[in-house]
């Protein structure tokens, strides 16, 4: 198993220009998850998802979409990239009520 | 609402010496509970989970935490630290009947030769 992959691992996006950041697991979870880090900060819990077709907001939504049409896919779109979503991005996957596998993350730097 | 603490983002002790890495937790419900590590350039990966029944909890590379509700605690800890524990560490808290989790802001652990 490949677990939880993430594409792509770097971008450099220019204000104003949009990416979608891509997620997919292959353990056959129902929920999944796409986080930011910022220093100092811990992670902040962007959207998730219980299943294909549904998804909810996190804490910090702002700026960010999503979609799951899929079980083992869960992509972030990021309309209009603003310098304030500069950070590193993880998504992760679980079963119910235990615990997360994360992927290795995506370093955006929007200039 | 839940919410995590962890006191001290930085935290540093010599090799072989004993490791204890805070946290605090805010739950309405009976919580399940995580600590995650971190190495640098990576994703988060899974070093114990308190879910329900014994309250001490090992983990993996010889870490162990205890689940105090009275404290609403779940410090982790190791006997011994080794030069490659240096990494950042995040505890984590989910509801029981929820869908999220709640991270910490992380504790930095140096270990000195």
């Known amino acids: 198993n490949a677990g939880v992959t993430q594409t792509p691992k770097f971008r450099i996006l220019k204000i104003g220009q949009s990416m979608t950041l891509q997620c997919a697991q292959d353990m056959n979870h129902n929920y999944m998850y796409w986080y930011r880090q910022d220093p100092g900060m811990g992670l902040k819990l962007i959207y998730y998802s219980v299943g294909a077709g549904i998804t909810d907001k996190g804490e910090v939504p702002n700026g960010y979409n999503v979609s799951r049409s899929t079980t083992e896919d869960f992509p972030l779109r990021l309309e209009l990239a603003a310098p304030s979503q500069t950070s590193v991005y993880f998504c992760?996957?679980?079963?119910?009520?235990?615990?997360?596998?994360f992927g290795p993350g995506t370093r955006l730097t929007v200039t | 609402a839940q919410s995590v603490t962890q006191l001290g983002s930085h935290v540093s002790v010599s090799e072989g010496a004993l490791v204890l890495l805070r946290c605090n937790y805010s739950?309405?419900?009976?919580?399940?509970l995580f600590w995650y590590v971190q190495y640098p350039n990576q994703g988060l990966q899974l070093l114990l989970k308190y879910t329900t029944g014994a309250t001490l909890v090992k983990g993996i590379n010889g870490f162990e935490a205890e689940f105090k509700k009275s404290e609403t605690s779940f410090h982790l800890t190791k006997p011994s630290a080794h030069m490659s524990d240096a990494a950042e560490y995040f505890c984590?808290?989910?509801?029981?009947?929820?869908?999220?989790?709640?991270f910490g802001t992380g504790t930095s652990l140096t270990v000195i030769p």
């Open positions: 984590a808290v989910r509801r029981g009947t929820g869908n999220q989790f709640y």
């Open positions: 992760a996957s679980s079963t119910l009520a235990h615990e997360q596998y």
């Open positions: 739950s309405s419900v009976p919580p399940y």
